[in-house]
């Protein structure tokens, strides 16, 4: 008479080694925050005019879009074609201040935004940016 056993084999699987190779890095990007001077300039809806957020960088490796928070889910899609763009000038060598510039220099972009004339200036650092996209 054959009794069932309680106990399952375990999977020979289980046993191997399992190794992670990492493949690459993934897309080049600037750094998301800086405790260095920024300049920015804000974006606002190409429709009618309302802020969408905020695009800025240092002198050399940090840029990001802030989204406005009373802009909604609009200025926070919004995002995604600015980070889109700032990774592209990554990819090509661009420091980020350069890319600012470059960015701010073309009023006609793919989106709902567009830069702001006569928007662009400085700040202490990225946190104030930050501040001034959550409306504090």
Do not use: C
Request: charge should be negative; avoid cysteine; charged fraction near 25%.
């Amino acid at each position: 008479m054959d009794t069932m056993s309680s106990e399952r084999p375990i999977n020979p699987r289980f046993d191997e080694d399992v190794h992670f190779n990492l493949v690459s890095s993934g897309p080049a990007r600037y750094q998301a925050y800086t405790d260095k001077p920024v300049q920015y300039f804000t974006v606002v809806d190409k429709e009618n005019g309302s802020v969408l957020g905020y695009l800025w960088a240092d002198d050399e490796e940090a840029a990001a879009f802030e989204p406005r928070q009373a802009g909604g889910a609009r200025a926070m899609n919004e995002g995604g074609f600015w980070l889109r763009r700032l990774r592209s000038a990554k990819e090509r060598g661009l420091t980020s201040s350069q890319a600012l510039a470059e960015l701010y220099g073309n009023p006609e972009t793919a989106g709902k935004g567009r830069p702001l004339p006569g928007s662009l200036t400085d700040a202490p650092n990225a946190a104030a940016v930050e501040a001034l996209a959550e409306g504090q």
